[in-house]
């Protein structure tokens, strides 16, 4: 999204060091839990995320007469969510997930203040929806992959 605001979070920073550590043979399993996590990230979001209300504005059509339009439609950022998943685990480090908001929304309207509910401004107190999910997807992740390497004797 060049011209919108996007949130990105990444979490495989962590444990870099363990997924070299894997051998081959294991890497479509810690494919498969990256994608697990970077879901459930996305769907404790999802639940999480803040919805406003319709803005209505009334508007004239001509003398006399006047009309009112919907500005801004509710749940445009919670409709701007999304997973997206590139490149392959088995060319180890190759593979990643990003849960991200903003741009784009399933309400046919483009939302550009997403990172603004989510950190807050100077105005308006922040309303977290992806980090903290990103925090406790996180955590599951990094007991996923540790129980990976544990089960086969790599840690």
Not at 46 to 52: D, H
Not at 62 to 82: C, D, E, I, R, Y
């Amino acid at each position: 999204m060049a011209d919108g605001m996007t949130v990105e979070m990444f979490g495989a920073d962590t444990f870099v060091n363990l997924l070299d550590d894997l051998k081959p043979r294991f890497a479509r399993r810690v494919q498969t839990v990256i994608k697990h996590a970077a879901k459930d990230c996305y769907d404790d979001s999802q639940v999480i995320v803040p919805v406003g209300k319709d803005v209505i504005s009334t508007g004239f059509t001509g003398p006399g007469q006047q009309s009112a339009f919907v500005t801004h439609k509710a749940g445009t950022l919670k409709g701007s969510g999304k997973v997206e998943y590139e490149g392959d685990i088995t060319l180890i480090g190759d593979f990643w997930a990003i849960v991200s908001y903003g741009g784009d929304s399933d309400t046919g309207e483009y939302c550009d203040y997403a990172v603004y509910v989510e950190l807050g401004t100077y105005k308006m107190a922040a309303e977290p929806y992806l980090l903290p999910s990103y925090e406790y997807a996180k955590i599951v992740l990094l007991i996923d992959v540790a129980g990976i390497a544990m089960l086969n004797g790599i840690v």
